[in-house]
């Protein structure tokens, strides 16, 4: 049975035992974008990247995935320099990273994107047994309007399941 993690670190362990822990999360994503199919993917860091990826020094909000000669590339995304680094092993902190994903899932992505407004979006970016990955979503915009719908549906969930909750006791 695998080891749980005590302290200030939260992992889910399943019951293969295999150990996430989320890093960051993009939850403004799901409100800007309408989430389509999802893809998970590795990350390419440098060791200096993956020690500040691990004390969870990492924003994900502004970032994007674009293909680049036939290959997946993490842009725009935030790992802050790792304090214990000397002047020469520091990293630029928004450089763009590679993305690690299977040949077949590549080419499926490409002909996602090929549709009207869309877009690649990392949900979260989390450990996996001590590797680095990447949740992705093909992603489609939402209009201020659709916003306002989204909004709206979800305030009448809430108050029905509020008024059910009432009705039961």
Avoid: C
């Amino acid at each position: 049975m695998p080891r749980r993690v005590v302290g200030r670190e939260r992992t889910a362990v399943t019951d293969v035992g295999t150990r996430y822990k989320t890093i960051a999360q993009n939850r403004r994503a799901r409100f800007n974008y309408d989430i389509g199919e999802q893809f998970e993917a590795g990350i390419v860091l440098s060791g200096t990247e993956i020690k500040s990826v691990r004390e969870g020094r990492v924003n994900i909000a502004e970032a994007y995935a674009r293909v680049r000669d036939g290959e997946l590339w993490l842009m725009n995304a935030h790992i802050a320099e790792f304090k214990g680094a000397s002047y020469y092993s520091e990293h630029d902190t928004l450089r763009p990273r590679k993305l690690l994903i299977h040949k077949k899932e590549l080419r499926r992505l490409e002909l996602e994107l090929g549709r009207e407004r869309s877009t690649l979006v990392p949900l979260r970016l989390y450990l996996k047994d001590h590797h680095a990955k990447v949740e992705i979503a093909v992603a489609k915009g939402r209009r201020q309007y659709d916003r306002r719908n989204a909004i709206k549906e979800r305030e009448t969930k809430r108050d029905m399941q509020r008024a059910t909750r009432l009705r039961d006791r």
